[in-house]
């Protein structure tokens, strides 16, 4: 269970896609003097699911949105940092149609059929595979700006991001062991919680 061999207080993640494959891909952040510098590199991540929090901040003059996901594995909590996309979306669908959340595990991964397979994130609770809560035709879409070419200029996934917040705050949080109990737990067992400042990363998507 977890991200490595290796168990710490905390451990932080960014989920990002890699241009070169397009794939997803866990990279675990490691601080090196002021900066924190991505280092290895994992194509899943596992444990209880604590809770999923939605921030705001500003990338080249826009407002966008990006989530922090805490996973608790024992005394180690694994929290992962990523931006919403395709790939995060289905993620997040995919958890919001569990009934109950025990542990998760998500497997960055392509998805699809011959030469058309995208970037996603498969998710088993308690080993179990896991189907969306809401179909296509119930999620707002992404509107594309095309010039004459029929080229895409410019997004704006505002809509769709606004509904997939409201997802986390309805379909996922509620069913999720919060902050406190897991404190009150680590503490009755004796085990000692660490806090820790956050990275901040300068690429656009904030740690």
Not at 53 to 82: C, F, N, P, R, W
Not at 86 to 105: D, F, K, V
Not at 121 to 146: C, L, R
Request: charged fraction near 30%; proline fraction near 3%; include cysteine.
């Amino acid at each position: 269970m977890g991200l490595s061999n290796t168990s710490q207080n905390s451990t932080f993640v960014k989920l990002k896609i890699n241009k070169e494959t397009d794939t997803p891909v866990f990279y675990k952040m490691e601080k090196k003097g002021d900066l924190w510098v991505e280092s290895e590199q994992f194509n899943k991540a596992e444990g209880i699911l604590k809770g999923i929090k939605v921030e705001t901040y500003t990338h080249e003059g826009k407002e966008k949105m990006s989530m922090k996901i805490t996973l608790q594995d024992g005394d180690e909590q694994i929290i992962v940092s990523a931006g919403f996309n395709y790939a995060t979306r289905s993620m997040l669908n995919s958890i919001a149609g569990c009934n109950s959340i025990g542990l998760l595990e998500l497997k960055a991964a392509k998805w699809g059929k011959g030469e058309k397979k995208y970037p996603t994130i498969f998710v088993t609770n308690n080993g179990q595979k896991t189907s969306w809560k809401y179909q296509m035709a119930d999620i707002p879409e992404v509107e594309h700006v095309k010039n004459k070419k029929g080229e895409i200029v410019s997004s704006d996934d505002t809509d769709v991001n606004v509904f997939f917040k409201n997802l986390i705050e309805i379909d996922i949080n509620p069913k999720t062991t919060n902050e406190f109990e897991v404190e009150r737990e680590m503490k009755s067992t004796g085990q000692e919680k660490v806090r820790e400042d956050m990275p901040k990363i300068d690429d656009g998507l904030p740690f």
